[in-house]
């Protein structure tokens, strides 16, 4: 099993950090289409989120964050698991963000994901985003 982990190409790694130094045994990792959260040193827990199913992405910083160069990105997403994943004390907070929408846009493309915002908070203010949505029948039968 752990020869699948090595096999997995990741695009960033880091640490949680404490006064900015990788003193924390809680890893991030990110794939190509997966967002990965380790957790533990002699019980470890594995958290996983699918890109696709990122709805949302925020990033903060403190005082004490800014001072050592690290800052907290959280990831919303509709997994039933995780469905806020933080981030927490990770250096280039800013850059990691990009990063993952990137390639959470690239994964819905992939996955041809269509996402109804509009629909999804029932507020049409007479938008007709809708009309492009083809559900393959005609409307005449």
Known sequence: MAK????????????????????SFTRFALSEDRLFQSVGFLNIKDDEVL????????????????IFGVGTVTVMSSDKTTPNLELKNIKHPMEVKELLHKQVEEMKIRRRVRVGEIMATG?????DSDD????????DT
């Open 4 to 23: 699948a982990k090595n096999e997995i190409a990741y695009l960033w790694r880091d640490r949680k950090r404490y006064l900015g130094m990788p003193l």
């Open 123 to 127: 507020d049409n203010m007479g938008d």
């Open 51 to 66: 890109l696709y199913r990122v709805r949302d992405i925020d990033t903060s910083r403190t005082l004490w964050q800014r």
């Open 132 to 139: 492009d949505m083809d559900d393959g029948m005609d409307d």
